[in-house]
């Protein structure tokens, strides 16, 4: 039986047009699963910083990170699997608050999650909450009961505990 | 002083020593065919106009496969760029260096739908190396230095330039341009030289082997490691099998040699990889085509598995030994580390296991037997060709049951020779090729095996061959089918022959003639080896030999889809 497992991986690529889309590309031709992906840039301009979510075996996520290293556009990558990392997403929700009463709730349960209510409208508010994928999702089912009108999730991003970094080596 | 972009392009050009290029002008090239015109004009480059940017992109491959330059080849932005696409991807499967140019729309275009615009990046991006467009006038030359050195560095492929027709006509300060002797890429550094703890790990697992076998492909051909790998075979003193990419990497005289592996393999081929215990894979990625159903694949075998590509390893079958790097530098260093061991293959263990390979050799799996009252046979005609060359021709092949039978029965004994479309099986390859293989080699014998089908495809080169003289022998083994789709057809869809027939097949001679070459008919066993003779001879024409074959031929042996490599179907 081959053991399906969650890997992140760190990826920084080239800052160019195109980048994304050669990995983007090659997880769609070669069939493997993207659960969320997130890119911008970093303090260095010619440098991207990748954060991907996959699933596969062992097998699979070998040739993920082969193939993904060949794509010259990538300059180094780690997947964070093998390291010990924090993983954090950022989640913004807008809630039904269709009386006082749901108000007070959506407050409540907000305080409990540490998420902040952002913005607020006639019968809406919009919350703020940053977390691992098990706190974000707990916080969707706690607030199921409001009405979600919309959720937006920036996807994981990921980075290696203690003073370990993911970065280009100077060569001299 | 200023230089153009197409100017630039072509001092790109000429520090690359580029001395031929394929391809086909259009709107968005238009500058940069003007400086090819001067390049004619001084005699530094020569630029081959084929009728299709196909043809070009082919030729291109063809002049690259049997040489040991890459193949360039320059088309126009939108149609002249997608029909381009196919010989790329097929590069791309092959691993051949090739440097595509493509025109572009003007920059302040790009995005507006604008006349022959097509985002060829984009559409590239999935079977290239690598892709470029260029924005800067001043990026052009480091990216040319680039897309060489991607194409034909680490595990060779084709590295696509796309640049718009704006940039080609601005102009910067000669003083400004210089091209770049060296580059680096900080993503990019292929290992070549293996890791040194694996190759001793392989060198010890070879030692304890009884049933040993060298399984090499055409990474050892585009290595240019031959040598290496027949020094190597020679030590061990093993079984070698060659795939379809690597035939002619080891000779096909030598007495090791048991033939090509995979679907259309030798019977002693595929039973001595399923028999073995250490199976040497050299240069080769465990295709399909050469494992048959995984699960039944070498049930016995540990894997020592050699390649640039880290990708290949492990990709279809789990390497235990896997030895990234150049065969041509990792081959000498593990034939040393086996040598210093102080333990060799057991010998009687080797004895017994040649015992039992000769005899799967006993079958004769390749036998056939040409009657004279009976239609040609197309492995009769290539056996002649190859006894009437001695073996020693360039021969080029479409796809299909010809590439097949050609395969088999051309015996190879050097490398490069074989110029086929493996990987992505591209009917239309042969001809295109064969004109890059004859211009990289005016004066040796250059044949292009193909079918009736396949010839069809890319037919319009022949008029290529006319303005350039290519004196090539197309050997067009026509059977009136697309002969391995009704093969198919007749093994596993009860014979239904869907859209098989070629019917309304054109006369071939009269075409031939038409584009004005020497067109010949062949009909009867007795006249096949005459009228290759008398292609061959004649060494300023090309001659189509249009050959009547059995309509109803079988490629044999054939490991069917889904059964194991112990159990071919031998007729």
Redesign the interface.
């Given at each position: 039986m081959k053991t399906i497992q969650r890997h992140t991986i760190s990826i920084l690529l080239e800052n160019e047009s195109g980048a994304l889309s050669r990995v983007a590309g090659l997880f769609s031709a070669r069939g493997y699963n993207i659960e969320s992906v997130n890119v911008s840039m970093t303090n260095d301009p010619s440098l991207s910083r990748m954060t991907l979510v996959t699933c596969g075996d062992e097998q699979t996520i070998e040739q993920i990170i082969k193939q993904l290293n060949k794509l010259v556009d990538v300059v180094k990558l780690m997947d964070l699997a093998e390291h010990k990392h924090i993983e954090r997403e950022l989640m913004m929700v807008k809630i039904a608050a269709k009386n006082i009463e749901a108000c007070a709730a959506i407050k409540r349960i907000a305080d409990i999650f540490r998420a902040r209510i952002i913005d607020i409208a006639n019968k809406t508010y919009t919350i703020e909450v940053t977390g691992g994928q098990a706190k974000i999702e707990a916080f969707l089912e706690a607030m199921n009961d409001h009405g979600i009108q919309e959720v937006v999730r920036s996807g994981a991003l990921g980075i290696v505990r203690g003073s370990a970094t993911l970065k280009v080596d100077e060569k001299a | 002083m200023e230089l153009s972009g197409a100017e630039i392009f072509l001092e790109c050009l000429k520090a690359e020593k580029v001395d031929t290029i394929f391809g086909y002008p259009g709107g968005a090239v238009l500058f940069l065919y003007d400086a090819l015109e001067k390049a004619e004009k001084e005699n530094t480059i020569r630029h081959i106009l084929a009728r299709h940017e196909q043809g070009a992109v082919h030729a291109a491959e063809g002049y690259a496969k049997s040489t040991d330059k890459p193949g360039v080849a320059i088309v126009t932005s939108g149609p002249g760029a997608t029909n381009a696409v196919t010989g790329i991807a097929d590069a791309y499967m092959d691993s051949v260096p090739l440097v595509v140019i493509t025109g572009q729309v003007n920059r302040d275009l790009i995005g507006r739908d604008a006349f022959q615009e097509i985002d060829i990046?984009?559409i590239t991006?999935?079977c290239v190396?690598?892709n470029f467009?260029v924005t800067k006038l001043e990026e052009l030359a480091p990216t040319m230095k680039k897309a060489f050195y991607?194409a034909t560095s680490g595990r060779p492929g084709p590295v696509l330039v796309d640049i718009p027709k704006d940039l080609t006509a601005e102009k910067m300060a000669k003083a400004d341009f210089s091209y770049p002797e060296t580059i680096t890429?900080?993503?990019?550094d292929p290992t070549t030289k293996g890791h040194p703890k694996q190759i001793r790990a392989a060198a010890k697992l070879i030692a304890q082997a009884k049933k040993p076998i060298i399984y090499s492909g055409g990474g050892v051909i585009l290595s240019r490691a031959a040598e290496e790998l027949i020094a190597f075979s020679h030590e061990l003193d093993c079984p070698v099998t060659n795939t379809l990419m690597g035939l002619g990497a080891y000779p096909a005289m030598d007495k090791q040699f048991i033939g090509m592996l995979g679907m259309h393999g030798t019977y002693e081929a595929n039973m001595a990889m399923h028999g073995a215990d250490v199976v040497i894979a050299i240069g080769a990625r465990f295709d399909d085509r050469v494992t048959g159903k995984l699960s039944k694949f070498c049930p016995d075998a540990k894997f020592i598995h050699i390649d640039i590509?880290?990708?290949s390893?492990?990709?279809n079958v789990?390497a235990d030994i896997p030895i990234v790097g150049d065969v041509k530098a990792v081959l000498p260093r593990l034939l040393a580390e086996y040598c210093s061991l102080g333990e060799t293959i057991d010998a009687n263990a080797l004895k017994q296991w040649w015992r039992q390979v000769d005899e799967w050799r006993g079958q004769d799996s390749l036998a056939y037997n040409q009657k004279d009252d009976e239609p040609i046979m197309a492995q009769y005609v290539i056996d002649t060709l190859w006894q009437l060359t001695e073996g020693d021709a360039y021969i080029t092949s479409d796809v299909g049951q010809h590439q097949m039978w050609a395969a088999q029965y051309y015996k190879f004994n050097k490398p490069n020779r074989w110029i086929n479309s493996g990987g992505l099986g591209t009917m239309g390859f042969g001809l295109p090729a064969a004109m890059g293989v004859q211009l990289a080699h005016p004066n040796e014998t250059v044949a292009c095996i193909t079918g009736d089908g396949s010839i069809q495809m890319c037919i319009q080169e022949l008029a290529t061959c006319n303005q350039y003289q290519l004196p090539l022998n197309i050997i067009n083994l026509n059977n009136g089918y697309l002969g391995m789709v009704r093969q198919w057809q007749e093994f596993f869809y009860d014979k239904r022959y869907a859209m098989s027939y070629m019917d309304a097949l054109p006369d071939f001679v009269k075409l031939a003639e038409a584009y004005g070459h020497v067109g010949m008919k062949i009909e009867r066993p007795c006249d096949v080896e005459g009228a290759l003779k008398e292609a061959l001879s004649m060494k300023d024409r090309l001659v189509f030999l249009d050959i009547i074959t059995k309509p109803e031929g079988n490629v044999f042996p054939m490991i069917p889809a889904g059964a194991g490599q112990n159990e071919m179907k031998l007729k």
């Open positions: - | 990046v984009g991006r999935p190396k690598h467009l991607l890429i900080r993503s990019y590509d880290p990708s390893i492990s990709k789990s």
